[in-house]
């Protein structure tokens, strides 16, 4: 029976040793949560780290104790902890994506150690994989595992998720192993971000860095469809509500406050790391009891801070900054009665913290970068009185969706210490409004809601995949299909041109009908309706091809022109306002690309690379492809890359609607049509289901079936008219 097999860094417990004895801790994380619905069903599975280094005797038992848990364990050693967890994944990735590049560092026996921890992922999920089973793969640390086990198991269904910023193509350069780690997220099927932002990060950095195109958000990868998306993680809403609301809760809150006397209290809480802005928010905090000293004994920080990683040295400096700066602001504005800082360096259980989170007027939350950060959707979620103010970065992913929060650069210390202030003052009707379409969102969004999605997706691109895989065109098929054309009394035959009908040449004038073809051509149009529909010039096309009484659909629908009538051109173009900026571009790369050259047709532009050495070809033609989309935003154009080929349209034209406006009014019995490339997947896609079609060429496709080359094709239209 199939079965979800979760993977991540670390199990959903934690393995400590008390007095000689093994201890299992649950562990509270926000993935924990939501996947416990999926790996405690059935026999699905997690399989991760218990968080501790073991002897071999010690590793059979908690094996066989994690068995029982629906769990399975993958053993690192202290090496292993040391070299690719604290070294590569958190001196090397993490600095990388949150764009702290001055804590970057490159170790070539660090990058070795997080490969062969890779490998060891892999494997354990190979040990326990089963035909059918869907693996789901978590985060920067396991980045390698779904090439490593796509090599090995070519049809399993895979996805990803990052749960940390996906950085820009210009700081993801910098990384020695880039086209590596990014060939190895690729391994996934469907790769899920945070937010659109680092989904865009990610396309371009495949696409320039590791020479893959895309188009929207869907990359063809060795002829399998690979989809990235933005998937906003959530909370278990009524989990923290409810907590928040409990007896033991309440209690808490009058209990703290009692100690603390009758302070406004902001509340800050993060794990330790120079992510999160910790120092900033110290400073900002000091600035503000400067600058508004009105507020000196009426408002304290509660600055909650989660060791993690105090090892390494940079997060040990970290913690001593934090601790300075927290005795500087009490030492400076402290009295016998007021403490400025109330500072914890430690984890608190979620009844605390539910005391917290009611306790707390204003939570403050301002990574300098952060991939989506939970802690300001349980404050939300917290509010049972449907008050209280948010402070929250722009830099984390939660402010793409809690737009109603005070929204601050966290960069920018004047507009923190304003924020404060307008927090503190904001009148309570404010308050709840804010507050209520916070929590309608939050309430919303949750992490159950985040898990199914995933999942569905991630089956819905599967079941795409399958029907892109074309079947090959073998003779019986071709007999079957040449005697269904035979029987058909008003058949029609869409046909692309180059690729398809002609081999490709390096001078694309060079590519008029040759001898065989045009008989082909003639005879096929006694017996079908033939409408040759290209991304040729109109003239072109017309000057090749008018003589055989046949219809011609030209630039890829912009031009169409039925047999023995006149052009007429696609009523639905906008202005060639934008064809001035676009040559301009194109011809850049034209002088930096020898070999290259500009093909300017009436309504599109294209750029040939056909003439130029390969690798740089390629080079440019991602760099060209990049510039371009960048360009078209908003101004309704497409940008297509295809056989030595990149070219500018407007977005309202393809072959797919041109084809089935063609269509509008005949009464077809038999609709078949040939192309070679993506622009005519377009056509494959939009034609009715009954309609066949027929791929040339290698990869998947929304084509039926497939043939070898044009060659082929030539064979196949000859069989349609030969005579019985």
């Keep these: 029976m199939a079965k979800t097999i979760i993977v991540s860094n670390r199990l959903p417990i934690r393995i400590e040793k008390e007095d000689g004895q093994k201890v299992y801790k649950t562990s509270e994380g926000g993935l924990a949560t939501g996947l416990g619905s999926i790996y405690k069903e059935g026999n699905n599975i997690w399989i991760g780290w218990p968080g501790i280094s073991l002897s071999h005797e010690e590793e059979e038992e908690v094996e066989k104790e994690l068995i029982n848990r629906n769990m399975r364990p993958v053993f690192l050693t202290e090496h292993d902890v040391d070299e690719f967890y604290l070294g590569f994944s958190n001196q090397t990735l993490w600095p990388a994506f949150h764009y702290f590049i001055h804590h970057m560092r490159f170790k070539d026996e660090e990058w070795e150690a997080y490969y062969n921890a890779n490998r060891k992922f892999a494997d354990a999920i190979s040990k326990w994989l089963e035909p059918d089973d869907i693996i789901w793969v978590h985060d920067y640390q396991l980045m390698l595992v779904p090439n ?270 304003e924020a404060i202030k307008r927090a503190l003052e904001m009148p309570l009707a404010e308050q709840k409004r804010r507050m209520k379409i916070m929590q309608k969102t939050v309430k919303k969004y949750t992490i159950f809601q985040w898990v199914d999605l995933f999942m569905n997706n991630l089956k819905d691109l599967k079941e795409r995949q399958q029907s892109m895989a074309t079947k090959r065109l073998d003779d019986e098929l071709k007999n079957s299909i040449t005697k269904d054309f035979k029987k058909a009394k008003n058949p029609i035959i869409f046909l692309d041109y180059d690729g398809t009908l002609m081999p490709f040449n390096e001078n694309p004038d060079d590519c008029a009908p040759d001898a065989e073809l045009s008989q082909i051509l003639h005879q096929l149009a006694v017996k079908a309706k033939v409408v040759v529909i290209s991304g040729r010039k109109a003239a072109t096309l017309e000057e090749w091809l008018d003589e055989f009484n046949i219809d011609l659909i030209a630039e890829h629908g912009i031009k169409t022109k039925r047999a023995g009538a006149k052009w007429e051109v696609n009523g639905n173009l906008q202005e060639d306002s934008w064809k001035n900026e676009a040559r301009d571009i194109l011809e850049f790369y034209i002088q930096r690309t020898p070999g290259s050259f500009l093909e300017e047709k009436e309504h599109t532009l294209v750029w040939h690379y056909r003439k130029v050495e390969k690798g740089l070809g390629d080079l440019r033609s991602s760099e060209l492809s990049s510039h371009l989309k960048h360009f078209m935003t908003n101004k309704g154009l497409d940008v297509i890359e295809g056989d030595h080929v990149v070219e500018v349209k407007p977005s309202v034209i393809n072959k797919g609607k041109a084809a089935i406006e063609r269509l509008k009014g005949e009464k077809t019995d038999f609709i078949m049509a040939f192309g070679d490339d993506r622009t005519d997947e377009d056509t494959f896609e939009a034609l009715p289901n009954d309609a066949l079609s027929v791929k040339v060429g290698s990869g998947f496709s929304y084509a039926k079936y497939a043939v070898e080359n044009n060659e082929e094709v030539r064979t196949l239209l000859e069989k349609f008219v030969m005579e019985e």
């Design 148 to 417: 490593m086990l796509r090599k090995q198991f070519p049809n399993v269904t895979i996805g990803f998720f990052q749960h940390i910023p996906f950085p820009s193509y210009e700081v993801f350069r910098m990384i020695p192993w880039r086209k590596k780690l990014l060939n190895g997220v690729l391994g996934a099927d469907y790769i899920g971000f945070h937010t659109y932002d680092d989904m865009r990060h990610f396309l371009s950095s495949c696409h320039r860095l590791a020479g893959y195109s895309y188009e929207r958000n869907q990359i063809l990868v060795k002829n399998r469809l690979v989809e990235a998306d933005s998937l906003p993680m959530g909370i278990d809403y009524d989990k923290y509500l409810e907590s928040a609301t409990s007896q033991l809760a309440k209690a808490k809150e009058i209990s703290y406050r009692d100690s603390l006397g009758n302070q406004e209290l902001i509340l800050s809480m993060d794990r330790l790391d120079y992510s999160k802005g910790i120092p900033g928010r110290l400073q900002a905090f000091d600035k503000f009891l400067e600058k508004y000293p009105e507020y000196q004994g009426r408002v304290s920080l509660f600055l909650i801070v989660v060791p993690s990683r105090d090892q390494v040295a940079s997060y040990k400096a970290l913690k001593e900054q934090v601790e300075f700066l927290v005795g500087h602001v009490n030492g400076k504005y402290g009295t016998i009665n007021y403490v400025p800082v109330h500072f914890y360096y430690r984890s608190f259980p979620l009844d605390d913290l539910s005391a917290f989170y009611r306790m707390c007027k204003i939570a403050m939350i301002t990574p300098k970068r952060d991939g989506m950060n939970l802690v300001c959707k349980e404050y939300i979620a917290s509010r049972e009185n449907e008050d209280g103010v948010l402070i929250l970065s722009e830099m984390a992913g939660a402010s793409k969706e809690l737009s109603d929060a005070i929204l601050v650069n966290p960069n920018d210390e004047n507009e923190m210490v």
